[in-house]
């Protein structure tokens, strides 16, 4: 590597990731203006293998989207309904439990919750649904919503966040979702999400959720109308706070989907673009051991590839994904775990199966079969088809 970058306008970047040194904003917008992708996906692989060595990752997870009524009309989201559209929905909490016991008989780990800000379903709809979910099994993760779900519902309680997130918690929550924090430059807030929670409503609650003990991820959606100096601005907020709570478990960069909303972009995120996007972050983000390429929005060969640009983690099985499809997303709805385990080996890397907060579960050793994986207690849920009524 030292060869391949020894003449490289980036050679002094790579030198910094060697001496363990942190980069500038000024850097990270050198790596995200240059033409070389191959010399910037190098220093984000030196990077990356410093943090995780040659393990990558999933999760074997569900999706639930409980209702899709929002009182927002964000201009990129093609998901939120209102009360008069006619493919709106809204799940009970016996249907929630139905999918989530159908899958548990799958071998999920965690269900993936989010909605839209419904205009009537009253706090205990939540934390009656946490219970719920909480008696099936124990084990089960619960991850749940966004920043921007947890200041609604604090309206709804008439509750400030602290009090609210510690309802949830005790209802049963285990972490919080990333999504919601778009770009964080207020104009740009303006321009995709006019009357969305702002930046610092996103990281309070992020920053709240942490000093409570809790773990969340976070995200940011690139490839609108936000420039690549915003979203260094938005990776500098995320560094900032990391530095503060360590409580960020996992980095997840969501590439725009375009067809099907209402903001016209003319340059839509490329493969490429998507590929340095994760690259500088991993490079920049020197606090977060886990940056995610999200198969869903970037198809699993692309995402596959990112193995080899500082991601490490390739997200879950996802079965009944929503946001993204409703946007457009042509990839499939849901991805086998062997379908998983395989193109992680044909990055060269060691699959590992992992929980909510990226801790390993199994670990498949280099070439070995299936049969032949490590694992540890928490794996039993996979072996357990459950009764389902």
């Not at 519902?153 to 285990?174: C, I, N």
């Not at 993204?324 to 990839?331: D, K, W």
Request: hydrophobic content about 40%.
């Amino acid at each position: 590597m030292q060869f391949f970058l020894q003449h490289s306008p980036l050679r002094d970047l790579y030198d910094k990731v060697v001496a363990g040194d942190r980069i500038s904003d000024a850097d990270a917008l050198r790596l995200f203006e240059s033409r070389d992708l191959n010399a910037v996906g190098a220093i984000a692989e030196l990077a990356r293998r410093r943090k995780v060595g040659n393990q990558a990752s999933f999760i074997i997870n569900r999706y639930i989207n409980y209702s899709n009524y929002c009182i927002l009309s964000c201009q990129f989201c093609s998901f939120a309904r209102k009360k008069r559209d006619a493919d709106g929905f809204e799940l009970s909490i016996e249907q929630i439990v139905a999918k989530a016991r159908e899958a548990l008989g799958l071998g999920i780990t965690e269900l993936h919750i989010v909605g839209g800000l419904h205009p009537s379903l009253p706090f205990t709809y939540y934390t009656d649904m946490l219970k719920a979910l909480r008696e099936l099994d124990p084990r089960l993760q619960l991850k749940c919503f966004t920043a921007i779900e947890v200041l609604h519902l604090a309206w709804l309680a008439k509750k400030s966040v602290a009090e609210t997130l510690q309802a949830l918690k005790q209802a049963g929550l285990d972490s919080l979702t990333g999504g919601g924090a778009e770009i964080f430059r207020k104009e740009v807030r303006s321009a995709i999400a006019r009357g969305k929670e702002s930046a610092e409503e996103y990281l309070d609650v992020h920053r709240t959720w942490h000093r409570m003990g809790g773990r969340s991820t976070c995200t940011m959606l690139y490839g609108h109308v936000e420039s690549l100096a915003d979203r260094v601005d938005h990776l500098r907020y995320l560094r900032d706070l990391q530095d503060e709570t360590h409580g960020f478990v996992g980095f997840v960069p969501l590439p725009y989907q375009p067809e099907d909303n209402d903001i016209p972009v003319e340059h839509p995120p490329t493969g490429a673009d998507s590929l340095r996007t994760i690259a500088v972050s991993r490079i920049y983000l020197d606090n977060f051991d886990h940056i995610t390429a999200y198969w869903v929005g970037m198809g699993l060969k692309l995402a596959q590839v990112a193995l080899s640009y500082g991601a490490d983690d390739l997200h879950g099985t996802i079965l009944e994904e929503h946001i993204f499809h409703m946007a457009g997303a042509t990839s499939p709805q849901q991805q086998t775990e062997a379908e998983m385990i395989k193109a992680i080996r044909e990055a060269g890397r060691t699959p590992v199966q992992r929980n909510s907060f990226y801790e390993p579960i199994r670990t498949w050793d280099d070439g070995a079969p299936e049969s032949g994986a490590k694992q540890d207690g928490r794996s039993r849920v996979l072996e357990e088809n459950l009764a389902t009524g």
